[in-house]
C-alpha cells in the first residue's frame, strides 16, 4: 500500500475571463483556499476506484478502474475524478485499487474553482505515486484533457492558476504558455455576490452570442485581451491606478457580454463608491465572485459598506501556492 496527501489552491479570473477561451490570454491568480486529494494504492488484479468526497454527498462510491477508463462521458459529483483516473490509465496503466478521499476547504458554491483544483490535486497525487518525473506541464497537459472530456470546454487558465500558484499570465494558443508574474503582493480580495453560477452554460451563452454577432462581439473580445495585455505591464510596474480603472472598463465589457447580474454589480458599485480602485465580476459571471482592487486604508469603509447587503469581503489571501505535497 502506498499513499499521498496533496492540496491545490482555489482561482480567481484578474482579467480575460471569456475571452481567453478564443484562442486568447487571462491573468489568473491562486486563492489561498485549498482542496485536498488523499489517494491510497493498492496492488489488485481487479482495481478498483472508490471515491470519499464527502462535501459533494460521495460516500464508498466503487467502480471497476477499466470501466471507468473505458468511459466516453463522465456524470455525477465523481466526474472530475473518473476522468483524471481514466486519462491518466490512458498514460500509465494503473494495476493498483485507488482509495481517493477529498476534502475541500472552502465552500464550492462559491465558483472559486473547485473542479480545476480536484483535477490538478488528483492527478498531481497520480504523477507522486506512478510517475514522479512528470512535469507540471504534462500534468497540465493531461488535466486539460480531463476537464474538456467531462464538460468540452474549458481554456486551462483556471488549471493552470492550481497547478502553478501564484499570479499568470497565461495563454491558450497552442504551444500553451504560463508565465508567473514575478510581484510581492496583489492589493485585492473577493466578495462572494450570494449566487452561484454555472460556468459552462455562460460560456456557451457567450459563444452563442458571438456566433450570432460577430461583427460586434469580435472587436469586445479584442479590447478585452488588450486589456489582458496592458493589465499584464500594470501589474508587473505595480501600477494599480492603472490596473483599476482596466479593471472597470472589463467589467462593462463583460456586462456587455451579458454575464453581469445585478447581484455582482451591486458589489462592484458598492466597492467604487468605497473608492475601490477598481472592482469587476470574476469568472463565468452570473453569479460567484467579484474582485476588488483596493486603494490603502480603504478596508473598513468597503467591509462596512457591504455589511449592510449582508455581504464580506473573503477571508482568502491571494497570489498563493500551486499544487503541493501536504
Ligand atoms: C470561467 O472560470 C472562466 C471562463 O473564461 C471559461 C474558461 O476560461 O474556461 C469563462
Known sequence: MVAVTVSAPAKLFILGEH????????????????????????????PQL???????????????ITTVAQQGQFEGESRFIESCVARFHQFHPLDHSLYIRTQSHFARDLGLGSSSATVAATLFALAQLFAPNLSLADIFDMGLDAIRAVQKLGSGADLAAALYGGTLYYINREPRHVYPLEIDELPMVAVYSGQKAGTVSYVQQVRVLRDTYPQVIDPIIQSMLEIVDSGRQAIQGQNWQALGTLMNVQHGLLHALGVDTAALSEVIFLARQAQALGAKLSGAGGGDCAIVLHASGMEKRLRAALHKIGRD???????????RID
Open 19 to 46: 475571452a481567453v477561451v478564443y484562442d486568447g490570454q487571462a491573468i489568473v491568480t491562486a486563492v489561498d483556499a485549498r482542496l485536498s486529494v488523499t489517494i491510497r494504492a493498492e496492488q489488485a488484479d481487479r
Open 313 to 323: 469581503i473573503l477571508p482568502y489571501g491571494l497570489h498563493a501556492d500551486g499544487v
Open 50 to 64: 472508490s471515491i470519499d468526497a464527502l462535501d459533494v454527498g460521495l460516500q464508498n462510491w466503487q467502480r471497476d
